[in-house]
Structures are given as C-alpha cells and as structure tokens.
C-alpha cells in the first residue's frame, strides 16, 4: 500500500508555502536576517504545534510569516518545500501564497513573489516539477484591503494564475467576497476558495454560487447538507481534501472519523493534499499514508484519489491526459 503511494506521480493542489515553513529555516532565517524568535529552540517551537482549531494554529502560523524578509528567504522556502514534493512523487504542485501577510509587514509586493516564482521556475527543470502560483486573500480582513491588493496582483499575472481565499473561516462568509472575486474572475484568473473547514455547508454553497468557484479548498461540511453534495458531485467541483490538517485543527477527532471514502461513495471529486505540512505533521504523502491505515483505503481508492489531482489540477487538457497516461502505466 504504501509502496504504491510512493510509486505513483502525483499533482499537490492545496498547499500553503508559509505552512510549509519548517521550524530550521525558520531559526535559520530569523538568524540570517536579525530576528528574535520567542522561542528558545526548535523543540521548543514545535510544542507550541497543539492546535484546537483553526485560530490557534493561524496566530502561530502568522507569527512565524515575521522571518521572510527578502526574494532569497522566500526562494529557500519555496525550495525546502520542491525537495520534500520531489521525495513524494509529486510532478506538478498548484500552490498557496497570502501576499498581504507579507505586504501588511511592510514587504513589497514583489519581494515573495518574485522569489516563489524564481524557486518554481528553477524546480521545472532540475526538479521536473510544473506549478501554478495562487495569491490568496485574507478573509479576516476588509474586502477593501483586498480590493486595494488586487492591482498588484494583476499586475502580475504573468506569475499568478488563480485567487484564493483563506484565514479565519467563521464570520467571513464567501458573500463578503464578490466583487473582488467577481473582478478576477473577469479578468481571467481561476478562482478557489476555502469553503466548509470549520465553516457551515452554507458557506460552500455561497462559494460555488457566489464567488463562482473552480475548486472548493476543504469543503468537509459540504456532507451536512445532501443537495448541496449532489450538486458539486454533478458539477465535478472537486474539493482539495487535507486530513493531517483536518485532524491537527479538530475538524475531525480521529482519522478514523475521516469523510473521505464516505466523499468518494458520493461521488465527490475528492483529492488528497497537506495544506500546512511543517504545522500538521507531514507532506503529502504522509497524508495518503496515514489516513489509507486509517480508513483502510484500497489501491483502487488511492488510484482514483491520484487520477483526481490532475484531473482538478488547473493544467491544460493537454498536459493533463499526458499525466493520465503515465497513470494508468501503474494500474
Ligand atoms: N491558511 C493556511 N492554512 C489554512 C487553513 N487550513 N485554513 C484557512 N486558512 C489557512
Ligand atoms: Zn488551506
């Protein structure tokens, strides 16, 4: 089993680089770049990793955004996470950016930016890794604040392909979001949302009806209400599914309590991500290993699992039945 999931090529859809920010690079970096971290040692940082929910875990991820200062800290970042995702099989990773968790500290726009974008360049050839860049909103802030970012990242999209929406999740419903999103999507961004971590099925809904979604971030709740899963089952909206997150930050109390074959039954196009893996415990495929010992995943569960993430990938068809192909040399 676990052979299998190592063995297989894979496409990583919900993964916020901040989170995968490892305890060393960030004492390595808060060293390089003069901070004080206010924790003794890397031991002693990773205790503070004993979340109760969503919030506690977002203080503690903000926090540690404080030691990303200039292009070449975001280009190591970026490249501690491509050495993990070539480790796991991955060969094409969409992945997460907060740009206002950075410009709100007084970094310029550019300076994430352009070094993620220069770290996943680099990865295409060495690495053999293909990328999407996707400049997440802050949904515990203004949609004001996002409307006043949103020229920056237009102005970049040559970089980015797709907006996002993330942070604190309950009392900042999708709704508050549509005209930026509305804006994006005009101009031909894809557009994703979290929708339905901690959230109500409610917030799903308002995420595919209102922000006009390509994919739901999460999306767990969507099962509390039964029309609303039949209809993203039948509109093939797939849902970036994240267990170690999901379990780090209580959404489920055991991995045994995982939705995820319950998802499938459903028909839901449900795929397999690590969404913070340096705070939850592990990259992707620790995500498919702990969760198929868990639930008791079968190879054909893991293949269709893997067959979803390029199939929800945001990649040309092209590209994507290429993916396929080589696939299905493995089943
Ligand atoms: N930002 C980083 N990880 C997140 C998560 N799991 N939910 C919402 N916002 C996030
Ligand atoms: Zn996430």
């Known amino acids: 089993m676990n052979e299998l999931i190592q063995l297989l090529p894979k496409a990583e859809l919900h993964m916020h680089i901040e989170g995968s920010l490892e305890p060393e690079l960030m004492f390595k970096l808060a060293a390089r770049n003069g901070i004080d971290l206010p924790y003794k040692s890397v031991d002693e940082l990773r205790a503070q990793?004993?979340?109760?929910?969503?919030?506690?875990?977002?203080?503690?991820?903000?926090?540690?955004?404080?030691?990303?200062?200039?292009?070449?800290?975001?280009?190591?970042?970026?490249?501690?996470?491509?050495?993990?995702?070539?480790q796991?099989?991955?060969?094409?990773?969409?992945?997460?950016?907060?740009?206002?968790?950075?410009?709100d500290r007084g970094i310029p726009f550019e300076v994430a930016i352009?070094?993620?974008?220069?770290?996943?360049?680099?990865?295409?050839?060495?690495?053999?890794?293909?990328?999407?860049?996707?400049?997440?909103?802050?949904?515990?802030?203004?949609?004001?604040?996002?409307?006043?970012?949103?020229?920056?990242?237009?102005?970049?999209?040559?970089?980015?392909?797709?907006?996002?929406?993330?942070?604190?999740?309950?009392?900042?419903?999708?709704?508050?979001?549509q005209q930026v999103f509305a804006q994006a999507?005009?101009?031909?961004?894809?557009?994703?949302?979290?929708?339905?971590?901690?959230?109500p099925a409610d917030y799903v809904k308002q995420a595919i009806d209102l922000l006009q979604v390509d994919r739901i971030d999460h999306g767990n709740r969507c099962l509390d209400d039964d029309i609303l899963t039949a209809q993203i089952a039948h509109k093939g909206i797939a849902l970036t599914v994240c267990p170690l997150s999901n379990l780090k930050l209580k959404v489920v109390e055991d991995l045994q309590d995982h939705p995820i074959k319950q998802m499938l039954k459903k028909g839901l196009m449900a795929t397999i991500n690590s969404d913070d893996p340096a705070y939850f415990g592990g990259y992707i495929n620790d995500n498919f290993y702990q969760l198929a010992?868990?639930?008791?995943?079968?190879?054909?569960?893991?293949?269709?699992?893997?067959?979803?993430?390029?199939?929800?990938?945001?990649?040309?068809?092209?590209?994507k039945e290429i993916h396929l192909k080589a696939l299905n040399s493995f089943g």
Request: with cysteine; net charge negative; proline share 4%.
């Open 293 to 319: 010992a868990a639930v008791d995943l079968s190879d054909d569960d893991i293949f269709t699992l893997v067959e979803n993430s390029f199939k929800a990938s945001f990649l040309p068809d092209s590209i």
């Open 88 to 103: 796991d099989h991955v060969v094409h990773t969409e992945i997460f950016y907060d740009p206002q968790s950075h410009t």
């Open 49 to 86: 990793y004993d979340f109760n929910n969503l919030q506690e875990f977002l203080d503690i991820y903000y926090q540690g955004c404080a030691v990303l200062q200039t292009e070449q800290d975001f280009y190591d970042l970026a490249w501690a996470y491509l050495e993990k995702a070539k």
């Open 114 to 177: 352009n070094g993620l974008y220069r770290a996943f360049d680099d990865a295409q050839e060495k690495l053999g890794i293909s990328f999407h860049i996707i400049a997440c909103f802050l949904r515990h802030l203004p949609e004001q604040d996002a409307l006043d970012l949103y020229p920056e990242i237009l102005k970049h999209q040559d970089k980015i392909l797709g907006i996002g929406l993330d942070s604190s999740e309950l009392g900042h419903p999708p709704e508050k979001y």
């Open 185 to 199: 999507k005009k101009d031909g961004f894809k557009v994703v949302a979290h929708a339905g971590e901690e959230g």
